[in-house]
């Protein structure tokens, strides 16, 4: 089978891949588990598809079979974890969380799988392999697939983004800075949460024009080795200046009152809060999501701002 870098790939099972035959009995030819093949098979379709295509892509049989064990362990225990959460919904937190699983021997049962605690550098070999999924299925587009806007909430009209904008400022102008910088950037790149906890002072810059001037940019992590960077929007520059002030170099820009790491919740919750100040009528507010402008402004503007 011709290899291929279309993660959209039309194949009716993995195992039609070279290299990936399933075992279903000793003896019968097969190449891998017929069991980690059976939990590829069973994952939706655009997240099959996206696996059958970096499997695809991937440049030796032996490379392929590793892969797929590795893969087929982490939707076991994504399962078992956070059960519903699809495979393309996943953060760099889960991904961590499965490798704390297997460092610890408490990834569920599955072919190969001996209960005990996985060697560290196997573990590494585990997190690189995920990585090297996601930013695949980032490259071609299959995460921006996968993060429609939630159920029933339709995406933010211009007038609704003008009035979430009005209530930045007025976040700022109740010293809830981290708050309304975190808004302003959702709102501009469709940076996902993970992203914006991760903000430090190091990831701001300035990018020289070429006429003696220069614009401020913020580069954004997607978690999978990969990078975007965007202008800073105008409501945001001087709120991040402010917390550039307050924090070390290599400290989050973003923390919540009483100083932990920002979350979804928090993000959320300042969405909101934002909204309800500009003007947005509180039935609409209540509903607005992260997701809802994280997947609206990826479709509005094209870019890659993380995962």
Same mark, same amino acid.
């Given at each position: 089978?011709?290899?291929?870098?279309?993660?959209?790939?039309?194949?009716?099972?993995?195992?039609?891949?070279?290299?990936?035959?399933?075992?279903?009995?000793?003896?019968?030819?097969?190449?891998?588990?017929?069991?980690?093949?059976?939990?590829?098979?069973?994952?939706?379709?655009?997240?099959?598809?996206?696996?059958?295509?970096?499997?695809?892509?991937?440049?030796?049989?032996?490379?392929?079979?590793?892969?797929?064990?590795?893969?087929?362990?982490?939707?076991?225990?994504?399962?078992?974890?956070?059960?519903?959460?699809?495979?393309?919904?996943?953060?760099?937190?889960?991904?961590?969380?499965?490798?704390?699983?297997?460092?610890?021997?408490?990834?569920?049962?599955?072919?190969?799988?001996?209960?005990?605690?996985?060697?560290?550098?196997?573990?590494?070999?585990?997190?690189?392999?995920?990585?090297?999924?996601?930013?695949?299925?980032?490259?071609?587009?299959?995460?921006?697939?996968?993060?429609?806007?939630?159920?029933?909430?339709?995406a933010l009209t211009?007038?609704?983004?003008?009035? +979430?904008?009005?209530?930045?400022? *007025?976040?700022? !102008? =109740? #010293?809830?800075?981290?708050?309304? @910088?975190? /808004?302003? &950037?959702?709102?501009?790149?469709?940076?996902?949460?993970?992203?914006?906890?991760? +903000?430090?002072?190091?990831?701001? *810059?300035?990018? !020289? =024009? #070429?006429?003696?001037?220069?614009? @401020?940019? /913020?580069? &954004?992590?997607?978690?999978?080795?990969?990078?975007?960077?965007?202008?800073?929007?105008?409501?945001?520059?001087?709120?991040?200046?402010?917390?550039c002030q307050e924090?070390?170099?290599?400290?989050?820009?973003?923390?919540?009152d009483d100083g932990?790491?920002?979350?979804?919740?928090?993000?959320?919750?300042?969405?909101?809060?934002?909204?309800?100040?500009?003007?947005?009528?509180?039935?609409?507010?209540?509903?607005?999501?992260?997701?809802?402008?994280?997947?609206?402004?990826?479709?509005?503007?094209?870019?890659?701002?993380?995962?």
């Amino acid at each position: 089978m011709r290899a291929t870098s279309d993660p959209l790939v039309r194949v009716t099972g993995i195992g039609q891949v070279a290299g990936l035959r399933p075992r279903r009995r000793p003896g019968d030819g097969g190449e891998v588990s017929g069991a980690d093949v059976d939990v590829v098979d069973a994952l939706d379709p655009l997240g099959r598809r996206t696996v059958t295509g970096w499997l695809l892509d991937t440049p030796s049989p032996t490379m392929r079979r590793g892969r797929l064990r590795v893969l087929a362990s982490f939707v076991r225990w994504l399962r078992a974890a956070e059960p519903g959460r699809a495979l393309l919904a996943v953060t760099g937190a889960q991904v961590e969380r499965y490798c704390a699983a297997a460092l610890g021997g408490e990834l569920p049962g599955g072919p190969g799988v001996s209960g005990k605690p996985l060697a560290n550098v196997t573990v590494a070999r585990r997190r690189a392999a995920l990585e090297a999924f996601y930013g695949y299925a980032w490259r071609h587009g299959a995460l921006l697939a996968s993060c429609d806007a939630p159920e029933g909430v339709g995406a933010l009209t211009r007038d609704e983004r003008r009035l +979430l904008r009005r209530g930045v400022a *007025c976040l700022a !102008a =109740d #010293g809830r800075a981290a708050e309304a @910088a975190a /808004v302003a &950037l959702l709102e501009a790149t469709g940076a996902c949460v993970d992203a914006l906890a991760g +903000l430090t002072a190091r990831d701001l *810059c300035t990018v !020289a =024009d #070429g006429a003696g001037g220069g614009s @401020a940019v /913020v580069v &954004l992590q997607t978690g999978r080795d990969d990078i975007a960077a965007f202008p800073v929007p105008a409501p945001a520059r001087a709120l991040l200046r402010t917390l550039c002030q307050e924090r070390d170099a290599d400290e989050p820009l973003l923390r919540r009152d009483d100083g932990g790491p920002v979350d979804l919740a928090w993000v959320g919750a300042a969405l909101i809060r934002a909204a309800l100040s500009g003007g947005v009528p509180e039935e609409r507010a209540s509903r607005l999501h992260p997701r809802l402008l994280r997947a609206a402004t990826l479709r509005r503007s094209g870019d890659d701002p993380g995962s």
